[in-house]
């Protein structure tokens, strides 16, 4: 019974830490793949264009993902040092049972050893006052040999179970140290990508009138793409009379009661975010209003529709190439910079229906992606989960 407690105590300290580890290594793996989707994206743009704006804001995000990269890192080393604790103790309160059990078998031996004669157990019992009493000094040697045998095998159980957490002891060590090296890699990685990221930042502060240029072009294109959108939307929205169509509630309600639980069109760290900002070195420049997000993807990705509904549109336009509308009642996603495209006007599409892959373009490898409320945008990683 002593030992099945003891299990349980273990396994209930045991368990958690598995799963937090595990969980953790899964978040440092999911950031790391981030990191190298930026790195190819960083090669490629470095290879097709001068866009030193590009490589910043490419940079920035990979430094940022970095940062999280070591914090996770710090949070498993912190765990692991916990578990090594741990198991100290463990190993303490296990090497104590052991010292007991040593010198209660010890006690027995010696006990046993005065009495080892088989000659001087019979003379023991033949001495007997009477049969009772003979009955009852046999049943004590009989017992004094079994305890001799129990206690020898609590010892042989203690022992395996103390060399079996020590073992662990030294792997969880092995780990820790195996993090704290990789640790100090991505701490010295971080350190070039700040200065990487300065010398950008000190490019485009020589060339201001080169950057604004493009800016424009950019602004240029995101209002032609918005007023595109906006005049798909209203098409969507009126039946072949021209009057108002009535929208499916159904699927309305289902897709607004999916906010923050929405599968994510193909996975990437969002290198542009929702809203409005400024230019990352000409601080009192406001960037274009950024109706969705960009997600960077490793070439070819393939991309797929959010949640069921009907596609709108299919349409190409200049800086976006393909791009898909898709109407889920009175809601619409959409998604830019696709090649590929595998689904048409009037299509019903699924949850997790490949839609198109990502393309690249001017050496970017991002999907442009959007959420609409009737004629409002929405950040989509408030509903992405």
Not at 208 to 233: N, P, V
Not at 290 to 317: E, H, R, W, Y
Not at 363 to 384: A, M, N, S, Y
């Amino acid at each position: 019974m002593r030992r099945i407690l003891t299990i349980l105590l273990l396994l209930a300290v045991t368990l958690p830490a598995v799963a937090q580890t595990a969980a953790q290594k899964s978040k440092s793996a999911k950031l790391q793949k981030e990191i190298a989707i930026l790195d190819k994206q960083l090669a490629e743009t470095r290879k097709q264009s001068k866009n030193a704006e590009t490589s910043l804001k490419l940079t920035r995000k990979k430094i940022s993902t970095r940062r999280a990269l070591v914090a996770e890192s710090e949070k498993q080393i912190a765990a692991l040092d916990s578990d090594i604790a741990a198991k100290e103790d463990t190993i303490a309160t296990l090497q104590a049972r052991l010292d007991t059990l040593a010198a209660g078998y010890s006690r027995l031996v010696r006990t046993a050893y005065r009495s080892r004669d088989s000659r001087l157990w019979y003379m023991y019992i033949l001495a007997s006052s009477d049969i009772g009493q003979g009955l009852r000094r046999y049943g004590y040697l009989r017992s004094l040999s079994g305890q001799m045998r129990t206690q020898a095998a609590r010892i042989r159980e203690a022992q395996a179970e103390l060399e079996a957490q020590k073992a662990q002891a030294v792997r969880l060590r092995s780990d820790a140290a195996s993090l704290r090296k990789a640790r100090l890699g991505e701490i010295d990685k971080l350190g070039k990508e700040e200065k990487e990221s300065e010398s950008l930042v000190a490019k485009l502060q020589k060339d201001k009138s080169r950057y604004q240029s493009q800016l424009e072009a950019k602004r240029k294109e995101q209002k032609a793409l918005e007023k595109e959108i906006r005049r798909m939307m209203e098409k969507a929205k009126q039946g072949s009379s021209g009057k108002k169509k009535p929208i499916d509630t159904k699927l309305d309600a289902e897709f607004a009661a999916n906010i923050g639980k929405l599968p994510w069109p193909a996975e990437g760290p969002v290198v542009d975010s929702f809203g409005e900002h400024y230019h990352p070195v000409y601080k009192n420049v406001k960037m274009p209003f950024n109706n969705g997000i960009g997600i960077a993807l490793s070439p070819d990705t393939a991309v797929k529709c959010v949640f069921d509904g009907v596609v709108c549109q299919v349409i190409v336009m200049p800086g976006y190439n393909q791009c898909v509308l898709v109407q889920h009642g009175g809601y619409f996603t959409f998604y830019c910079k696709l090649t590929g495209v595998s689904v048409k006007a009037g299509d019903k599409v699924k949850t997790g229906q490949v839609i198109g892959r990502v393309d690249t373009i001017a050496g970017e490898t991002q999907l442009h992606f959007e959420i609409w409320e009737d004629k409002t945008p929405r950040d989509p990683e408030g509903w992405l989960r």
